[in-house]
């Protein structure tokens, strides 16, 4: 939408526009917007394309107003006379209640009508024929805003900051970053001054402050945020579904920081309020998937893959075309590719949610640009690598624009691509995107973040491939060394081993490969159940060391163990069981015992 004038998006509108400025202008207090606040989030309702609370007059308003206009003759009919009836007592409980907070609603009302006309004036500029032979972007319209909120609500500090809000959380949607994060500390420092005699407003302040400083990757500004913006939330009796919205951004960032734990705490709390509320699946949609993420952060696959599951339901009750629906979209189409391991049935899919997405989200997104690294991993598996490839390159150039260089999501998108290229042999060009991501995530992340040791892990695996043993040897052990100083959690130092073995394997080394290996597994059976595939994964790297090694005694068990729970975890064709496959039938015949190789052989 950086690209995107106004008078495209008006167009978009129809006549929304007209029914938020017609509701905050409306002469009877009941009809119009309660609170600036409530003005403001149609608005955003408004700019994000999604359905505004203003609607245009209903049947039983118009014979309201019928009534009122011609009551002599409305008196003939029985009806009639108890429809006035019946208003004329709800008329004089509301002058009751008018009476008490008398100078509350006409502060109200004065703000609204006030935010009313200055939004009406900016949509104004976007209007054929107001700027003659000028293209406003949408970006100049908010420019224009912050300043006019800045110079004519100089004296109302209250309706200022609660703008300030708005057009912050606006410059988010378009990926203006800095821009948002400048205006929100405006209203920041309007609402401190003003001692929080609006905490609510602050609380939103605070909250949109949070959700931009984990864009940026400043994960403690963004917890100092959440904390203060959930504790004067729930002091202030904000509504549960506010209350919801923090504890979920909370979560998410302390997942992006490495604290699972902590992260898990917040969206379970999160996700009970949502399911008290399933009138919104889009909110229940979200959290539930941040939820699934960060089991599958800590360890807990099947507990991740239930959450996945249960998302992807409440998912389809989502309307569309909308940004919520685009989330839908994707989230089923990752359950699709990574539990049901159906790359090509999750491909029209993903799909779906890019046309969408490209359809209603500004050129440059984060989810489009998610749905792109998605698309590429899903093609990648399909075998179609230069298709692979330029999806992902798009995706992290779109990454690059929107966060920079160094960013989480750019480097994510880097390693992405680097996979892509690794499987065509661009093995060079793919040690450089791996460089360039272990130094963004030190930078970012600090060693012994998972981040940190994957990104350490990959760059490890492809210097190997490229028999670049020395340097390679170096980073697995500082990889295991700082996943056991840092701590965080077993599986990162059972990855760790389990990278260290690998080295072993492609040195020779089979003595290390095994010590290795079997450290890995006794630690993976300390974290799962006996069923886990990752207790399968270890066992088969320990035979395959075995095996290697000669000692076709001590592999046949663990092989065929492995290959026993592979096959009911999997399925037969899963990758994992065939290549388990390929190493029986190989140690079958090393072991000089054809006819057992060959049922291994045929039965690919």
């Known amino acids: 939408m950086r690209r995107t004038s106004p008078s495209r998006l008006a167009r978009r509108l129809d006549g929304d526009i007209d029914r938020v400025v017609l509701k905050a202008?409306?002469?009877?207090?009941?009809?119009?917007?309660?609170?600036?606040?409530?003005?403001?989030?149609?608005?955003?309702?408004?700019?994000e394309g999604r359905p505004v609370e203003a609607q245009p007059d209903s049947l039983w308003y118009r014979a309201r107003r019928f009534v009122g206009r011609h009551r002599l003759a409305a008196s003939v009919a029985a009806v009639a006379s108890v429809t006035i009836l019946?208003?004329?007592?709800?008329?004089?409980l509301q002058a009751r209640a008018a009476a008490i907070e008398r100078d509350r609603a006409r502060l109200q009302a004065d703000r609204a009508e006030r935010a009313a006309r200055l939004v009406a004036d900016l949509f104004s500029l976007a209007e054929p024929g107001v700027a003659v032979g000028q293209e406003i972007t949408a970006r100049q319209l908010l420019d224009r805003g912050k300043a006019r909120i800045t110079a004519e609500l100089a004296g109302d500090p209250v309706t200022q900051a609660e703008l300030f809000n708005v057009v912050g959380r606006l410059y988010n949607n378009l990926s203006l970053h800095d821009e948002a994060i400048d205006v929100l500390n405006r209203a920041l420092t309007l609402v401190r001054a003003g001692?929080?005699?609006?905490?609510?407003?602050?609380?939103?302040?605070?909250?949109?402050?949070?959700e931009l400083h984990v864009k940026t990757n400043e994960y403690d500004a963004a917890e100092r945020y959440f904390r203060d913006a959930l504790r004067l939330r729930r002091e202030s009796g904000a509504p549960e579904s506010d209350v919801?919205?923090?504890?979920?951004?909370?979560?998410?960032?302390?997942?992006?920081?490495?604290?699972?734990?902590?992260?898990?705490?917040?969206?379970?709390?999160?996700?009970a309020?949502?399911?008290?509320?399933?009138?919104?699946?889009?909110?229940?949609?979200?959290?539930?998937?941040?939820?699934?993420?960060?089991?599958?952060?800590?360890?807990?696959?099947?507990?991740g893959e239930a959450l996945f599951r249960e998302a992807a339901v409440v998912g389809q009750r989502v309307a569309g075309p909308s940004p919520e629906k685009v989330s839908g979209l994707?989230?089923?189409?990752?359950?699709?590719?990574?539990?049901?391991r159906n790359p090509q049935a999750a491909e029209p899919i993903f799909r779906e949610a890019l046309a969408m997405a490209r359809a209603i989200l500004p050129d440059d997104h984060q989810q489009t640009a998610t749905i792109l690294t998605e698309l590429a991993r899903d093609v990648r598996e399909l075998g179609r690598l230069p298709e692979a490839e330029s999806l992902a390159r798009e995706s992290r150039e779109m990454f690059a624009r929107l966060y920079g260089v160094r960013h989480r999501e750019t480097m994510i998108a880097s390693q992405t691509l680097a996979s892509i290229l690794r499987a065509q042999d661009k093995l060079k060009d793919a040690e450089t995107l791996y460089r360039e991501a272990l130094e963004t995530a030190n930078a970012l992340f600090g060693a012994g973040h998972p981040m940190s040791l994957g990104a350490m892990r990959s760059l490890a695996s492809i210097l190997e491939e490229q028999k670049q043993?020395?340097?390679?040897?170096?980073?697995?052990?500082r990889e295991l060394a700082d996943a056991m100083t840092a701590r965080p959690g077993e599986m990162y130092v059972a990855l760790a081993l389990s990278g260290l073995g690998?080295?072993?394997?492609?040195?020779?080394?089979?003595?290390l490969a095994e010590r290795s290996f079997v450290r890995a597994l006794d630690l993976r059976r300390q974290l799962h159940p006996p069923d886990d595939p990752r207790i399968a994964d270890a066992r088969a790297m320990l035979g395959a060391a075995r095996l290697r090694a000669g000692r076709y005694e001590e592999a046949e068990p663990e092989l065929l163990a492995a290959y026993e729970a592979s096959l009911a975890a999997r399925g037969p064709s899963a990758r994992e069981t065939l290549q388990l496959q390929r190493q029986l039938a190989d140690l079958y015949e090393r072991w000089n015992r054809p006819e057992q190789a060959r049922r291994y052989r045929s039965s690919r």
């Open 25 to 47: 202008l409306q002469p009877e207090p009941e009809r119009r917007y309660g609170s600036a606040g409530q003005l403001a989030d149609d608005i955003e309702r408004l700019l």
């Open 244 to 271: 919801a919205a923090t504890l979920e951004a909370l979560g998410r960032g302390l997942s992006f920081a490495g604290r699972h734990a902590d992260a898990r705490e917040s969206l379970e709390q999160a996700a």
């Open 273 to 303: 309020i949502r399911r008290r509320h399933p009138e919104d699946p889009a909110a229940l949609m979200s959290v539930l998937n941040e939820l699934a993420l960060t089991l599958h952060r800590l360890g807990d696959m099947a507990g």
């Open 86 to 92: 019946v208003f004329g007592v709800l008329a004089l």
């Open 195 to 210: 001692g929080l005699s609006e905490p609510l407003v602050g609380a939103e302040t605070l909250h949109w402050l949070g």
């Open 330 to 340: 994707l989230h089923h189409a990752r359950l699709v590719h990574r539990f049901d």
């Open 502 to 511: 690998t080295h072993g394997l492609a040195t020779g080394d089979f003595d």
């Open 469 to 477: 043993f020395v340097e390679a040897r170096v980073l697995r052990e």
